[in-house]
């Protein structure tokens, strides 16, 4: 079972506290170190959230000497799609934004995991309520990074903020302003002795986590929300559903799920770049299951991260290798 809130937060610690400003940075074009990547206070994005940001990670492998960064592509060609959107112009294609990001590694050197955080966003300074005719920046950075949410299981609570529809507010975008949608909920639940928020849609469906998707097992059917739940249509999400199917076996359906099904589910967990696969084994106070992780959210999870870690070399396009 769960321990307290308080103790399991312990596990992402890092993440309460400020990023150092000691690494490398790359901004409209140029490397420069991260303290120096500076943006006025009159831009468009600072003042209205007219931003697009995308989370990857990347994974130290000591033995092979190698940091594999997992589903680099995947994650570009999200964030193109993401910034139409907003009407933001990337520098680049998927490919140029790629090797932009494996030079950014090679700079600053890592030697553990490491999560990257490119950022598009309305450069302009302007304090026009609009989308047309406001010039792009792009900027990215990186920093070391642990896991987001505890793996050894958490508790969740649903949220009393519904989540933003796609006619108000898209959730299938990474949009920086949206995440106020998210931090209220979050904040929430942690207030709720939780770790993590389950959002409900407006017609009362279960829709994700505060940042993360979720998968419940029931009768050994593996299930998850639609994309037109107004969920982020997650990278991490799709790695889940190729694993479970390829590689387990096991029935995956996507359909609208109640929440009161959460209750009475077998298992819960929640995947995301940030959030890996992080089972939850307690939901409004009711524990999943028997309380503790689940078979199928352990299994989803050692084969993850071995795959991810270049242990298992299964999914090779999956992986980068950052060194030559």
């Not at 931003?51 to 492998?61: K, L, M, Q, S, T």
């Not at 959030?275 to 993850?304: H, N, S």
Request: some cysteine; hydrophobic content about 40%; proline content about 3%.
């Amino acid at each position: 079972m769960a321990s307290s809130v308080h103790e399991r937060m312990k596990e992402t610690a890092a993440l309460g506290t400020e990023i150092p400003e000691t690494g490398w940075a790359y901004q409209d074009g140029v490397f420069k170190r991260l303290a120096d990547a500076h943006v006025s206070l009159a831009t468009h994005a600072l003042n209205y959230g007219t931003g697009v940001f995308e989370g990857i990670r990347a994974y130290w492998n000591a033995t092979q000497e190698q940091l594999y960064v997992f589903r680099l592509r995947e994650h570009f060609e999200r964030m193109r799609d993401n910034c139409k959107l907003l009407r933001i112009e990337l520098p680049g294609d998927s490919a140029a934004l790629s090797e932009v990001t494996l030079e950014l590694l090679r700079k600053n050197e890592f030697r553990t995991d490491v999560y990257i955080r490119p950022l598009a966003y309305k450069a302009a300074r302007s304090i026009k309520v609009a989308l047309h005719d406001l010039r792009s920046g792009f900027g990215m950075f990186a920093f070391p990074i642990g896991a987001y949410l505890p793996t050894s299981g958490l508790a969740a609570r649903t949220a009393t903020w519904r989540r933003t529809a796609d006619d108000a507010i898209p959730a299938r975008g990474k949009l920086t302003g949206a995440y106020i949608n998210t931090a209220l909920a979050v904040d929430e639940a942690h207030d709720a002795n939780a770790d993590e928020s389950i959002f409900l849609t407006r017609d009362g469906h279960v829709s994700e986590g505060g940042s993360a998707n979720l998968f419940m097992v029931r009768g050994g059917e593996l299930i998850t929300p639609s994309v037109t739940d107004d969920i982020l249509e997650g990278i991490t999400r799709d790695t889940v559903i190729a694993i479970a199917r390829e590689e387990l076996g096991l029935t995956v359906t996507e359909r609208a799920i109640d929440r009161t099904e959460l209750f009475i589910a077998d298992e819960v967990f929640f995947c995301g770049t940030g959030a890996q696969v992080a089972p939850c084994v307690k939901v409004d106070g009711r524990e999943v299951g028997d309380g503790a992780i689940g078979p199928v959210a352990r299994r989803i999870g050692d084969v993850y991260f071995a795959i991810a870690r270049g242990d298992d070399k299964r999914h090779a396009a999956w992986r980068t290798a950052v060194q030559r």
